[in-house]
């Protein structure tokens, strides 16, 4: 429906309130009544008519059920139609995102030394590698020895060099004055 025939019909109800589900069940059963019902056995049908009449006054309500349903449709739209913008935006700015990372990568795969003056000079150049003057292997081959030594070592602490073999109460030695 157009947007015109929405406000006409929304002047022409009124301030009628939305129809309730048992109102919408009930007219559909009279809309079942009614094209369940013999016709043809009479000249004037009173019993269809007066359904009718029933469906009809119950109108308003049904209407402005089906204005608001058709304002609720309408505003789903408009709401979708923001979020599939928004989605939009953030799948182009991921993807911008992605090709950036990629450039970054392959610039950084490209670079073997950096040249860090400007001048086609690397930080090698500026800074060689220190030579040591002495090795540092027998110092650690030592240090390992003494802790293994230290590990072997370790005893019971009531068997160790340090267990007191005192007979005086509370393993404290004899004091003479």
Same mark, same amino acid.
């Given at each position: 429906? !157009? ?11 009124? $301030?009628? $309130? ?50 608001? !349903? ?71 081959? $030592? ?35």
């Amino acid at each position: 429906m !157009s947007e015109q025939q929405l406000a006409e019909i929304a002047g022409l109800i009124g $301030k009628a $309130k939305p129809a309730t589900d048992a109102l919408l069940v009930q007219l559909g059963e009279s809309v079942r009544d009614r094209l369940a019902h013999d016709h043809s056995t009479q000249r004037e049908d009173w019993y269809c008519m007066n359904l009718t009449s029933f469906m009809g006054e119950r109108m308003g309500p049904v209407l402005r059920r089906l204005l608001d !349903s058709e304002a609720e449709v309408q505003r789903l739209r408009e709401e979708r139609h923001s979020t599939n913008e928004a989605l939009d935006d953030a799948v182009r700015e991921l993807r911008a995102q992605r090709d950036r990372v990629a450039e970054l990568e392959a610039l950084l795969s490209d670079l073997s030394e950096p040249d860090v003056d400007g001048a086609g000079r690397t930080y090698a150049e500026y800074h060689p590698p220190t030579e040591r003057s002495e090795d540092v292997s027998p110092q650690v081959a $030592k240090l390992r020895g003494i802790l293994a030594r230290q590990r072997r070592q370790q005893e019971d602490p009531h068997d160790g060099p340090l267990a007191s073999r005192y007979t005086t109460p509370h393993n404290l030695p004899e004091v003479t004055p």
